[in-house]
């Protein structure tokens, strides 16, 4: 397709009267930032746009939430792609555009690799990891200090 039919077709996804949009999102990563919130488990409506357009990054992912922002969602988006902003939507209107920051401690988003690490065997166990280098965003297992990769 030429590159004037291409600019042609063009996705509008409305706007929401309550809920997040988190935007800028790398490409490819729209799809585990959905699952590791666990959208895909509640009954609201989600817009995932995947591989869009960006003057900033030349492609991102993002997402359209309808329904309140949780707190500890914001660690686990900054976590995923601490380059991602998050915009709080209330009444139609961005109300709050949050700070994303690396968190000091990430809890069951990923799991420790280490077969000696206690949560191998204890399972029921939540698998924590906090930031030790934040220049370098390394985090390590709270139970083995196994680094994840």
Do not use: W
Request: aromatic share 6%; with cysteine; net charge positive.
């Amino acid at each position: 397709m030429s590159e004037m039919n291409r600019t042609q077709y063009k996705l509008h996804v409305g706007k929401i009267e309550e809920g997040f949009v988190i935007d800028h999102i790398q490409p490819g990563n729209g799809m585990r930032i959905y699952r590791d919130l666990g959208l895909d488990k509640l009954n609201c409506a989600v817009a995932i746009i995947t591989n869009a357009f960006s003057m900033k990054m030349g492609r991102k992912d993002m997402i359209k939430v309808e329904m309140p922002l949780r707190a500890y969602d914001l660690d686990i988006i900054a976590f995923l792609d601490h380059s991602a902003t998050v915009d709080i939507i209330k009444n139609g209107e961005i109300i709050d555009r949050p700070r994303m920051e690396l968190p000091k401690e990430i809890k069951n988003v990923i799991s420790c690799k280490n077969p000696r690490c206690i949560t191998s065997v204890e399972r029921e166990l939540d698998q924590i990891f906090v930031l030790t280098d934040p220049k370098n965003g390394t985090y390590r297992c709270r139970y083995c200090e196994t680094k994840y990769r």
